[in-house]
């Protein structure tokens, strides 16, 4: 895989420490034995302690290791970065972690305390420890790459090469500039099968090509310390001469190694005391194992001789011999070849034994036995014996499925093998024989489509769309074919109970059946097709699938609302079939049994007894899917078109699969708070939408989308009156009348206008706003008669009080003014005609 944008943060040196020098220490913690092959769990380690243990608190560690799952609840790679506490610090924990992104499968990295506030890892660490003090360190700069090794592994190898068997450790920081570098993620869940190659291995794991620049925590020695001190402890030199030393011998060992008399502790002083290297640490060893070739090439030299009958003749060395009857070495010679003869009677004897044991072993681990292989089958599925034959049963009859099809399959021995080349790693000694007509994958195709031109269609929709069957890692091939097999069988078993109940039922518009697909249609203008899509394992068909499919074909609430009306089907054949049938009164609601008025009526016990088949319970979902999306279209294109006043849609998480519910909220930006919105609660049926206002009233609207659209406008108009009436108040104006529905001027063809007259605290000044849902808003202003000098002057009214009368109104240019919506320019409207108060 790869991870084309995946980039790490780059730290500075200031972020982690002062520096990394001052008592350094590598510390390894856990190891890989912990994680393979099979997760040890309990092993969690906390680094402040692990800081205690290396005699260095308050220090600051770097590393590499595996993520605290504890915590974090998944697996993950770890690089802790953290300051430990101390007496006089509190500790700091500036680490990451990345783990397999789980929306996208991606590499992820993540900062560790934005998260959590421990410090704990798991399973292994490399941890470098110093007390974060600068110092002198050793720079090391690569251009680029000449071999197959890695960075860190030339820079080991390169330690040991100048410092032979003297072991040296290094740890710190590297910052990879340019490039890309392949690296590892271990998956969010341990392996549940035992990892006991490298391939194993590789399989689980997830590569990622990550782009630099990178920042790398290495901690590495350049050869195991133990190694040479452990050589050394080999001791040659027991065992070669009487039953007396051989005794002394096994004294000797039972008080060398450890566990055998004296502490672990001891037994390693001792050792580095006794087995102390001269100049080189092998040098011991080199001379031993030499000194045991010589006398095993002497012993086969003289096996040699006893076995072939070739007699040396050897020169005597001094001319006083003795007879041959009393030579001690002729004695010693034939005691010796007897008993070398019966050792090596024993041992070849055991040699045999033993080839034999391994090759047995060897062909069961890959010969599994048929009867272990059928005791896993019928773990998983229903087996009978038929004469001599095994059968399976794929059915859902055991459920209360009513299905005629058989569903049986048969159990053979897989006898595809020869013996003459290597036995696959994927052989399985059983296999399966499904019908020919359960073969391949099968799936339901429901497809919604409108004729209309201004709705969009809402798509096809494929329910139980699997791929051509494909062995999962660990699980057997049949299970993976009986599975496919039974979906095919349960898709027919779905698509006939759909087919029978298209053509039994009657509705104003009859369901088409033709072949393999039903046509429905539930609204004028809309079609609902469902069909039964069956491919068998053919490559035409597959190269037809694979070039059909879409990666975001499947809604997966069709799908589980299917598997729940089946089930409720089956459960309704089971229970009809099962329950008895008493011969007093039926079962059912008591009120059925009863007379008089707190009986059921006839309509109420015809609508117990009427039941809704499977075609119908999906009609209405697309009824309420197809509702559901046209009016959250239509509220979209309203809040995108008009911007003020502003309307947002509230969807509810909790739906039934006929019904769901928005809440609508009406709002003008800036006034929330000073003025109320309109709330309104949609509640999007099958056939009707009913909208509920605040104060309780109750609308509804049919499946129309002009209908919700009108709706929403007139809704809207009001808000803007609604906002003036509010405002008024705050600022002190007076309400002199208020309509939400205005009977003269324009007739407006969507809802009614509405409008408002408000006056100014000190009288001199009103405001009449008529706003409505085509005509739009208009805003008239009444200025005192004093102010008016185009009127003319009544020879009736002679008194001075007569002028403090408003004169007539003239219309504001609302296009002119200043401001972001329409409340705020009846603020400052409002302002400029107050009077200002010293």
């Known amino acids: 895989m790869t991870c084309a944008e995946f980039s790490f943060h780059v730290p500075s040196l200031e972020e982690l420490a002062g520096g990394i020098c001052g008592k350094t220490r590598i510390a390894e913690v856990g190891g890989v034995p ?22 260095l608190p308050g220090a600051f560690i770097l590393g590499a290791g595996a993520g605290p799952f504890q915590t974090l609840g998944f697996n993950s790679e770890f690089m802790p970065v953290i300051q430990t506490e101390s007496e006089h610090k509190p500790p700091v924990n500036g680490s990451y972690f990345a783990h397999v992104n789980p929306a996208d499968g991606g590499c992820l990295l993540e900062k560790y305390s934005e998260k959590h506030h421990d410090f704990e890892c798991a399973l292994l660490a490399n941890l470098f420890a110093s007390e974060g003090q600068p110092g002198k360190v050793i720079e090391v700069k690569a251009k680029r790459r000449t071999g197959p090794l890695n960075f860190v592994t030339c820079m080991r190898q390169t330690l040991e090469k100048h410092y032979g068997n003297k072991p040296v450790g290094m ?4 910052i990879i500039q340019k490039g890309k570098v392949k690296s590892h993620i271990m998956p969010a869940e341990f392996s549940s099968c035992p990892l006991n190659s490298d391939e194993e291995v590789n399989k689980w794991l997830h590569f990622y090509e990550m782009k630099a620049p990178l920042v790398c925590l290495p901690v590495f020695v350049s050869r195991d310390p133990n190694l040479a001190r452990l050589a050394q402890r080999i001791d040659f030199s027991q065992g070669s001469g009487s039953e007396e030393e051989e005794a002394a011998g096994t004294e000797g060992d039972a008080q060398d190694w450890p566990g055998a008399g004296s502490s672990a502790d001891q037994d390693d002083e001792e050792g580095v005391v006794k087995f102390q290297p001269s100049l080189w640490p092998w040098d011991s060893v080199r001379n031993n194992l030499r000194s045991a070739l010589t006398e095993m090439c002497v012993l086969y030299d003289v096996l040699s001789i006893v076995r072939d009958k070739k007699f040396m003749t050897l020169d005597p ?45 060897q062909e069961n681990k890959l010969q599994r036995d048929f009867n272990s292989e059928l005791l896993r089958l019928r773990q998983h599925w229903k087996l009978r014996k038929v004469g001599d034959k095994i059968l399976g049963d794929l059915s859902y009859r055991s459920a209360g499925s009513l299905f005629p099809h058989h569903g049986t399959f048969e159990v053979i021995k897989n006898t595809d093998l020869d013996l003459d080349k290597k036995i696959p790693e994927d052989y399985c000694p059983l296999d399966v024989q499904i019908p020919s007509d359960l073969e391949g994958s099968a799936y339901i195709k429901v497809s919604i489509q409108k004729q209309a031109p201004d709705i969009g ?47 039994q039922i009657k509705s104003q518009i009859p369901h088409i059946v033709v072949k393999n697909q039903i ?17 068998s394992n053919d490559k035409k068909s597959q190269k037809s699938t694979t070039e059909k499919q879409c990666p975001e074909d499947h809604l997966y609430v069709l799908e589980h609302n299917l598997h729940l009306l089946i089930r409720e089907f089956h459960k309704q054949t089971l229970s009809s079939i099962m329950m008895p049938h008493p011969a007093s009164a039926p079962f059912g609601h008591k009120r059925m049994r009863l007379s008089g008025p707190q009986a059921f009526d006839k309509n109420e016990i015809n609508s117990l007894q009427s039941s809704e088949g499977l075609l119908e319970k999906i009609i209405k979902q697309a009824k309420h899917i197809f509702l ?43 006034y929330e708070q000073i003025c109320k919105s309109i709330q309104l609660q949609l509640n999007i049926g099958v056939e009707q939408i009913r909208v509920v206002h605040r104060d309780g009233r109750v609308i509804t609207l049919s499946y129309q989308e002009q209908e919700l659209q009108d709706f929403l406008l007139s809704q809207m108009s009001q808000h803007q009156v609604h906002a003036v009436q509010q405002l008024a108040k705050v600022m002190g104006w007076q309400v002199l009348s208020f309509s939400n529905h205005v009977g003269l ?8 206008a509405s409008a408002i007259t408000v006056a100014s605290p000190s009288g001199d000044y009103a405001i009449s706003v008529r706003n409505g849902p085509e005509s739009g808003s208009k805003i008239m202003v009444q200025f005192p008669r004093n102010q ?51």
């Open 34 to 55: 912990y994680l393979l092959p099979l997760v040890n769990q309990k092993k969690v380690y906390d680094l402040n302690k692990i800081a205690k243990e290396i005699k």
């Open 171 to 174: 740890g710190g920081t590297f």
């Open 317 to 361: 060395v001094s001319q006083d011999a003795l007879p041959p009857k009393q030579n001690p070495q002729t004695l010693q010679l034939i005691s010796k070849k007897k008993s070398l003869a019966g050792a090596a009677q024993i041992l070849l004897k055991g040699a045999e034994r033993l080839t034999k044991s391994v090759t047995e072993n």
């Open 457 to 503: 269609d809402l798509g096809t929709v494929n329910l139980f769309k699997r791929p051509l069957p494909k062995s999962k890692p660990g699980s057997p091939h049949w299970q993976t074919k009986l599975e496919a097999a039974q979906n095919v069988l349960l898709c027919k078993e779905i698509f006939a109970q759909l087919s029978r109940e298209a053509v």
């Open 519 to 535: 046509i429905s249609q539930p609204f004028p203008n809309l079609q609902l097709s469902i069909s039964l899509c069956h491919s």
């Open 628 to 670: 559901r999306s046209r009016a959250a279209a239509t509220i979209d294109s309203l809040a995108s078109r008009i911007e003020d006043p502003q309307i947002q849609a509230h969807w509810s998480n909790i739906n039934d699969v006929y019904e769901s519910s928005v809440k609508v909220l009406i709002t003008s930006q800036g």
């Open 745 to 752: 001027g324009p007739i407006e063809s969507i809802g009614n």
């Open 788 to 838: 008016c000098k185009d009127l003319p002057k009544s020879d009736v009214l002679q008194d001075n009080k007569w002028s403090h009368l408003r004169g007539p109104f003239k219309e504001v240019q609302w296009n002119k003014m200043e401001g972001r919506n329409f409340v705020y320019k009846m603020e400052l409207l409002m302002s400029a005609l107050s009077p200002c108060l010293l």
